[in-house]
């Protein structure tokens, strides 16, 4: 018998038994939920973006090329916290840590939320 795959690529796969992440495999049935935030944003964007204001603020006593390179640099820094998440998943299971964590791209990272939120729907019967 073949088993529905929900997900399955970027070293994750979800089925209607189990969440393989690339570090951990779990049963759904011990998942609470899964999450997908992204934390660089306060790490790396914030102080990006200080950068920019920084450079803004001080254009007149920068040379033409320092201040480019300050604001393309934040500018990236910007763009990659906004590409980069982390899943997190809230299992009953876990009495170590809190939660696990696994980073990719947020585009990635919500399939595998949706996956997950589909095979419980699909566990519970009703329609994924």
Same mark, same amino acid.
């Given at each position: 018998?073949?088993? &529905? !795959? ?7 796969? #979800? ?6 992440? &690339?570090?951990?495999?779990?049963? =759904? ?7 997908? $935030?992204? &934390?660089? !944003?306060?790490? #790396? ?21 320092? @201040?480019?390179?300050? !604001? ?10 906004? +590409?980069?998440? #982390? =899943?997190?998943?809230?299992? =009953?299971? =876990?009495?170590?840590?809190? #939660?696990?964590?696994?980073?990719? &791209? ?8 949706? @996956? +997950? ?6 566990? $519970?019967?009703?329609?994924?």
């Amino acid at each position: 018998m073949n088993r &529905p !795959v929900f997900y399955e690529g970027g070293g994750f796969r #979800v089925t209607e038994t189990l969440l393989r992440t &690339p570090r951990k495999t779990y049963a =759904l049935e011990r998942v609470e939920y899964v999450s997908v $935030q992204r &934390p660089l !944003v306060l790490f #790396v964007g914030l102080p990006a973006a200080g950068l920019i204001g920084f450079t803004f603020g001080f254009w007149r006593y920068l040379h033409l090329s320092e @201040a480019v390179t300050l !604001v393309a640099v934040s500018a990236c820094a910007i763009a990659a916290s906004l +590409v980069f998440g #982390v =899943l997190r998943v809230h299992s =009953l299971a =876990l009495r170590d840590d809190e #939660v696990a964590m696994s980073f990719g &791209p947020v585009a990635r990272l919500r399939s595998v939320r949706a @996956a +997950v939120e589909r095979a419980m729907i699909w566990r $519970q019967g009703g329609d994924a």
